[in-house]
């Protein structure tokens, strides 16, 4: 009678000592999640203050993380394009130009003054630490120097070559251009070029990080105050993703010292952490809630919500990390950071739903209520009784707009089936049109100087200058075999796309010499090897560059040969892309299937809800390409520049993510519908409640997590702002279209066999199934 007299209390005191009696639906003691989650509870304040003096420890070894991320990783180091710059710079100490500087001047560029210095600039740039080679309209070659040239005559260009990785360049790049660009003489000087694009880049991304949070904060925490209804139970996810995203920094940290790690990591760190501590959050706390409202005591609500609403979580973080890691099959350290970062983020917000939050929860008690925001709205609910389990019941009983959208469908299956796929399959035809190619100046804002000075190059110059190809032969001599390098660079000069080939035997032009070797043709030969200078006359990010880049290779050269410069790295880029995808296809998909059977014991769940997600991704595919490749509904999403391509690595990094953040709304809907299942063996009746009970969860969450998506996405870099769009857009379609139509009409349709397993896989899930005992 003690016992039972102070389980009462402790439910109904402010005070939420933790009780010691069994109380209504406590399960078996060998439940381990349950006995974690009383051990929590007994144990909060030490758990808490650990949790404390962890995010202390944090902030000074994580929060300057961005600071030592990398700018690049979009190459394949092993792909045959980086082995040619690679050998350029170590043998030759050049490669094509990853610094310009564009020139003007107030008249024309042959102007004595004007040229006088240009010759000056190219010569103290030529002797500044860390540049490899310097050539100028004013230096090179008269022959040679005219498409250096603007078509006006009052511009000209200077081009560079940086040596170092892709750090040291960019470093590099920001010492030098504060320095030579603005008036020099009579020249006034703006800088451009892959260097300082990279410069520009990392400096946007940290500027927009920090605007995307504070544009997304005040929206946030209206929403959270809404849909968890008290500022107390507000605060909890906040809790939950702050330590999520200082832990993950620590560990960008210490991963930048081992290998690359790139500097977007930070901003899909702040976004699915914030994201997964909302999802999460909300779902533990709703079934605390719940608990609490059935008459269990603190300690016991606690037990059973991280029993039941902590084992989902636990699932959902299998799958979301899985789908993630996926993307470390892929060699480009931009797509393997986002792993890194990914499943970093999503284990240390799993933990802490697990953990942290639990401990708070015991900490708490009825308080999490107290600040209830929504008392004059709200009208007053009818206690639910204790034989009423965890809400199954009730849900079956008393409809809800979910309930009631469910059993709609599920009365024309076959038609609301059709109408969303035939929705989603129209969303996404677009992605058919689709052409690819690799970031470049653009993807910076307008008024960007990058940007702005690489436009007007394109525009006013008529020779790709710096898209330059680079033909290595790396055992071919200049000198000893200057017959056969001149006969190679006069046939190469006759392909299709080529404007001009350089080489140390001269200049050539359409089959033909142009212009004879000179002091400054040496550069191209070195220790028993040369190179061929390729300028091309096509865009190099489309696909005439890619064709070129295959002319230029099938080609019969003198020796062996490697083939580098932009084309090359897009042609290089794709075939690694399209090698690894059916890799990271299998992990995602396998895992997937696994996971989702040892949770459910079913064979056709795992398989419906794999072709599910991938339907529902469709959409975001569509919209890839008709608003960031067309320009369509710019005006919706803010200005950017339309190039008419869509960067080779968004479709692998967008499936990759979208897939993951589907897979945990469909745990979250799958848990309770197996767990009504199991009450009602009844599919029609569980498919039902199972909508019910989360349907405003899940819908509240993927409102919250498209805000966040949706900050990203006021980035000035294109291509976040297309991930932002993109994965705000496959959220909400997800959570809407597809959990509230799609999958009860699918479920529906299969009826019984839904739970249909083989007597074999039905002992192995008897054996190896992940239950909560």
Known sequence: MRKAAHTTASAESPSPAPEAGPGPGRPADHSRLAALGRLLVRRRVPVLLAVLLAVAAAIPVGGGVADRLSSGGFTDPAAESSKAQEFLADRFGSGAPNLVLLARAPGPVDDPRAASAGRD??????????????????????????????????????????????????????????????????????????????????????????????????????????????????????????????????????????????????????????????????????????????GLGTTEAVAQSVRTAGRTVLFSALTVALSLSALLVFPLYFLRSFAYAGVAVVALAAVAALVVLPAALGLLGPRVDALDVRRLFRRRRPKPDADQGTGAGQATRNGGFWHRLATAVMRRPVLCATGVITLLVVLGLPFTRVSFGLIDDRVLPGDAPAHRTAQFVREEFASRENAALSVVLPTVSGSGDRPRVAAYAARLSAVPGVARVDTVTGSYVAGRQVVAASAASASFAAGGASWLSVVPSVEPYSSAGARLVQRLRADSAPGSVLVGGDAAVLADTRDTLADRLPAAGLIIGGTTVVLLFLFTGSVLIPVKAVLLNLLSLTATFGAMVYVFQEGHLRALVGDFTVTGLVDITMPVLMFCVAFGLSMDYEVFLLSRIKEAYAQTRDNTLAVAAGLELTGRLVSAAAALVAVVMIALATSGITFLKLLGVGLALAVLLDATLVRGVLVPAVMRLAGRANWWAPPALRRLHARLGLTDE
């Open 121 to 294: 600039l190219t010569r103290r740039l030529a002797q500044e630490p860390g540049v490899l080679s310097a050539a100028s309209y004013w230096t090179a070659p008269r022959e040679s120097a005219q498409p250096l040239k603007a078509r006006d005559g009052r511009s000209a260009l200077v081009l560079l070559r940086l040596g170092g990785d892709e750090d040291r360049v960019r470093v590099t790049a920001k010492e030098l251009v504060p320095r030579f660009t603005g008036r020099h003489g009579a020249l006034r000087l703006s800088a451009t070029g892959e260097a300082q694009i990279a410069a520009e880049v990392q400096e946007q991304s940290e500027h927009d990080l920090f605007r995307a949070e504070a544009y997304a904060a005040p929206v946030i925490l209206l929403i959270l105050l809404f849909v968890f209804g008290s500022a107390v139970a507000a605060s909890l996810p906040l809790l939950i993703g702050v330590f999520s995203i200082l832990g993950t920094f620590v560990v960008l940290e210490v991963l930048s010292r081992l290998t690359p790690v790139s500097v977007f990591a930070v901003n899909i760190t702040t976004a699915l952490g914030l994201g997964l501590a909302i999802d999460y959050s909300l779902f533990i706390v709703t079934r605390f809630r719940e608990e609490m409202a059935r």
